[in-house]
């Protein structure tokens, strides 16, 4: 269990496991997955006979009573496994006998014209149809057309099933819902074509009787779904960013003693090419600062500056990036990077709901950056890590929860439509994993085609066709209003030996809880039928849901389970349709599962097996893959330098800018590949150039030539992030505790049991690092929010600074602060030696220096004047510690202290 002291408000109002079909079906996507993940107490993504019991008991509409209930489960239970799967549990919703089908989403199952044509079909299409479409339609709904006319084109079988903005033109054997038939019909006032003259009702007959049989239509021109010819792909692969990055030799410089290596001389010559010069290295000191803070995202000990300025070796500096590479503060610095890029938060947002396993990815990703895990495994583990090999559970276990990625992102689990859900998700997570890898906007592809990049939006819905396939385990409880969408959790092998963050019960709290849930189920049986004790019924069912729920969460050895979020392949693969402007209702042609074609070497690569994403997992890591490297180079030099070498780092289309040395970032791209895609070599290599040495000067020639420092002549000086600035405190107070918890605060509510949450309050004097602080959608922590901390529903690559009046009464009046200036103070009293001694240390530990003689001076007026002005207003008070607190907190509030330079 973590340390963490939060303080919430949980608002659990259970609506009963056993609904009444007449309840169910109130919600408009009712379908066998919702009311599957309603009986699935534990979370384990099947039915057991006892879940099946509890969820249909108190249904009136249940065939043959209670007694049928057993018969009905092994009826079901094709594998014999004593469980039904969601595959199973759907037969329940097969034809009976004179009655209909149940179907959740019938959209799903509309003909797609892929079906074999018969020769008289095909007689009548060339016959009767084509003619028409041909003569009658052509001039205005063909791909040739100067004009297309509503965004209906009928040259192609894929066009007409798609049709146009005013939805799907034909919907086969249905012709009185066919919008075609409609217009032709001349029956309506507001929709009749052609619009000059009715077509003869012979033809109208024709075009009836052919939609009546399923619409054939044998046209197989790669028109690709739409046939809009509004996106050339092949000029689209002409842009920058979807070319292969090539490498460029090193150019010739005027100033061959300055580069230290291929980095700077790609910035010099650019520089050179303007007339501009570099200015000078920066001070040891202030370099040891900044490469400590960028690369562990703490301050240099005192004992570390001394290291480092008695060292004279020629390879001093290099052996200082070695050891921060090394330590395990690197994967919580860089760590907290990603998480900003995979919107990593620890609730739903929106009703907020909180996700208690999100904690396990955290630690997963700051893991991955200590172990230099070769990014393109780091990719293919976030997309498809249930997919690949593992030769143990511990790896089986970390590829598990890598794919926490794909599950993180904000949800209206109170959304009652079920198909807009899914859409939804399906659309953040196309967001997610484009924006993050690619630094593409795929998602504005969804409701047409990209306006500005070469993404049509058949490429969009053939990527939702992965992930409708995909089942997202966020782990939200069934049964607690308003959670309409719950879901499983996976569990964890048990021999990946992984914490939990539940402890287990105590062998006599548990037989309590077995005791009360026998009790129970005897309470629940002897209650009579009707519906005047459905209120109690309800209660008792729920009580039973959740002690049964906390009893599975052990082993039967005693020992607790461990789950993560994540995704799994769903027992079913499906196309998705093209919905035209994305609108649920209105479902266009099915597109196959498939890539972004613009970047695909062989666009007519289709889905081999599965869902798709171990396919969409090697696409997108793969060397080929134009973007993927490029954009985490980007990223990697972003966070040393201030700025991008792209400076849109999640936008590398048309919107996003240019890169400022596009031969430099095609040159570390195709480095970093041939380097085995690591993270720590490539930061080592930048950090080790001179240019990263450089210092923050000023230079009024170079600052009219180039304002924004895009070409790299000085060191940007920058505020540290809030993490940094909130660990920074504790650390110079000596109070951060370097052992990462086991878990989150949000975590505290159960294991995988997520409820509905508002937050109240949460206290931050734990002293953890920042990157351990939980994160709650919409409740960020105030010291974080402050300081820019990254909105955990979005994609981001690099944080907003602003700067405003409420940060510096903050450092100025902040408890926190406070707190952490006595703690600094106590330390600095213990200091052996005079005051000039102890104010010495105080600035080495703050700001990485010693202080001027003038500083010195100033500070030793300050602590006599102000221990004498609090020992005349306050007798039971510590003149000395007062005037030393204050002097601690007058240092955080120091723009030296919050900025590197």
Known sequence: MTGYSARVLLVLVLLPAGRTSAQVQRFPAFDPERIFSLGDADLDGRLSLEEYRDFLRTSPRMRGGAAAIGPMFRRLDADRDGFLSTAEYRKSFSPRPGGAAVKPDARKEMPTG?????????????????????????????????????????????ALRLGGDSGPAIVPGNPDESLLIRAIRYRDDEVQMPPKAKLPDSVVADFEAWVKMGAPDPRTAPAGVGARPSVDLAKGREFWSFRQPKKSAPPVVKREDWPRGEIDRFLLATLEARGLTPVADADRPRLLRRVTFELIGLPPTPEDLDDFLQDDSPDAFAKVVDRLLASPRFGERWGRHWLDVARFAESSGKTNFTYPQAWRYRDWAIASFNADKPYDQFVREQIAGDLLHAEDDRKRADQLIATGFLALGSKAHDAENRGQFTLDLVDEQIEATTRAFLGLTVACARCHD??????????????????????????????????????????????????????????????????????????????????????????????????????????????PRAFAMGVRERDEFVDSPLYVRGELDQPGAVVPRGLVRVLCDDPSASIASGSGRRELADWLASPSNPLTARVIVNRVWLHLFGRGLVAT????????????????????????????????????????????????????????????????????????????????????????????????????????????VRIVGLDVSDTHRSVYLPVIRDEVLEPLALFDFADPSLVTGERATTTGPAQSLYFMNGPFVARQAKALADRLRAVEGDDSRKIDQAYRLTFTRPPTLAERDRVVAFLRDFAALALANAREVDPAREAWSAFCQALFANAEFRYLD
Not at 549 to 558: M, S, T, W
Not at 681 to 687: A, H, P, Q
Not at 743 to 751: I, P
């Open 114 to 158: 892929e079906a074999s044509i018969t020769p008289d079909q095909e007689k009548f299409f060339e016959a009767k149809i084509r003619p028409v479409l041909a003569t009658q339609c052509g001039k205005c709904h063909a791909s040739t057309a100067e004009k297309l006319r509503g965004g209906l084109q009928l040259d192609s079988r894929e």
């Open 450 to 559: 990209h306006k500005l990049d070469p993404i049509p939006q058949r490429d969009y819905y053939a990527l939702s066709g992965i992930f409708r396939s995909t089942q997202t385990c966020s782990g939200t409880l069934a049964g607690v209003f308003p959670n309409f969408n719950a879901s499983p959790l996976i569990e964890l092998p048990p021999g990946a030996g992984l914490p939990s963050a539940v402890p287990s019960l105590p062998q006599g709290q548990r037989a309590a809880m077995e005791e009360r849930l026998a009790a129970l189920v005897r309470e629940r049986d002897a209650i009579p039928p009707g519906e005047g004790n459905r209120d109690r019924l309800r209660r008792t069912t729920s009580l039973l849901s959740m002690l049964r729920y906390r009893l599975a969460i052990d082993r039967p050895n005693g020992s």
């Open 649 to 756: 780092p999640d936008n590398f289309g048309a919107a996003g800018q240019r890169p400022s040395h596009p031969e430099l970032l095609d040159t570390l791209a195709v480095d970093f590949m041939a380097d085995g895609w690591s993270i720590k070599r490539l930061i080592r290599r930048i950090v080790l150039s001179r240019a990263y040495g450089l210092d923050s000067t000023h230079d009024p020639r170079n600052f009219e030539a180039d304002p924004d420092n895009t070409l790299v002549w000085r060191k940007c000086k920058r505020r540290l992030e809030a993490e940094a600035l909130r660990d920074a405190l504790l650390a110079v107070g000596g109070r951060l505790n370097p052992d990462p918890p086991v878990g989150s605060a949000t975590a505290r509510v159960g294991e995988g049991l997520a409820r509905f």
